[in-house]
């Protein structure tokens, strides 16, 4: 099961990587029909307008079904193979349908032009969907039974309080893009607005808050935890943070070349995976006499 449940998280890294790949090469409407690439045929054909951008596009969408095979993989075999199913049904579960509502909104975002929010919310979705087949994973490698606190309630808050803030970080960072140049469209743009460097530097704000916030909990789990696992996770959130940090600052000073921003967009989702073992690592298997 635990294969299964690997390779479930790992497609749902993968498609938010190619879909920004579809973004920043402005392949955003290279199938510019839905759920049709154009009318009249699902798959590109061959004089369509959209030249090199149909085959990403339509190559990003195609992902979707193997997703979709992974997720439902997924769900049975936490369904047959697993003791905990309460626990692990609710993540799996939760891929599922939201790879039900990403296909949906796809559609919107193609049927309304790339609109900047329909997009920040098809990324964000997709960073929900990446943190619940973490979930899942992680808590398969855990046994049943009860859980005790691993930490005291002080740092459980402050990690919360962490997990709050990154998501915040992660929205922020959505406007920043749809204020920016990379708006999925290489011929008309759609934009949310906003200045880019001001909401760059509010972005950047909210990073440093977040960057206190890890650096607060990697002490804490240091001085305050009863086993290695939070500080190993808190340890990994705090190197990712630190080079998506270097790597957002150098993409912005140098003016937001197409390869960094797509590793500032894989090391999110790294982030999403390390917070979620930040948060699993909270409590551990344990009596309830301990």
């Not at 190619?18 to 090469?25: A, D, H, M, P």
């Not at 095979?69 to 349908?97: E, K, T």
């Not at 979930?135 to 459980?156: D, F, H, K, M, Q």
């Not at 305050?224 to 080079?243: F, H, M």
Request: charged content about 10%; overall charge positive.
């Amino acid at each position: 099961m635990r294969p299964i449940l690997l390779a479930n998280l790992v497609v749902e890294v993968l498609i938010v990587v190619t879909g920004g790949l579809v973004r920043l090469t402005g392949s955003g409407l290279g199938c510019p029909s839905w759920p049709q690439c154009v009318p009249g045929s699902y798959v590109p054909v061959e004089h369509q307008a959209q030249g090199f951008h149909k085959y990403i596009e339509f190559g990003n969408r195609t992902l979707t079904g193997l997703v979709s095979i992974a997720a439902i993989a997924a769900l049975v075999g936490v369904w047959r193979w697993s003791d905990r199913r309460r626990a692990l049904v609710l993540p799996a579960g939760l891929v599922l349908g939201g790879v039900a509502v990403q296909a949906v909104l796809g559609g919107i975002t193609v049927r309304t032009g790339l609109n900047p929010a329909t997009v920040a919310a098809h990324f964000l979705v997709s960073m929900t969907l990446v943190a619940a087949a973490a979930s899942a994973y992680a808590e398969s490698a855990l046994p049943g039974g009860p859980r005790v606190p691993s930490v005291p309630a002080i740092v459980r808050t402050t990690a919360y309080a962490t997990i709050a803030v990154g998501a915040v970080v992660l929205a922020l960072g959505t406007i920043v893009t749809g204020s920016g140049p990379h708006s999925g469209d290489a011929d008309e743009p759609a934009r949310f607005g906003f200045d880019p460097r001001t909401i760059s530097w509010l972005h950047a704000d909210a990073v440093m808050l977040f960057t206190g916030l890890v650096v607060a909990m990697v002490l804490a789990t240091h001085l305050r935890s009863t086993s290695s696992r939070p500080r190993d996770a808190w340890r990994s959130v705090l190197l990712i943070t630190l080079a998506q940090g270097v790597v957002g600052y150098t993409q912005y000073l140098t003016k937001l070349p197409v390869a960094l921003v797509l590793i500032h967009m894989l090391l999110a989702t790294l982030l999403v995976i390390g917070l979620t073992y930040g948060a699993h690592s909270l409590t551990e298997p344990g009596n309830q006499s301990d």
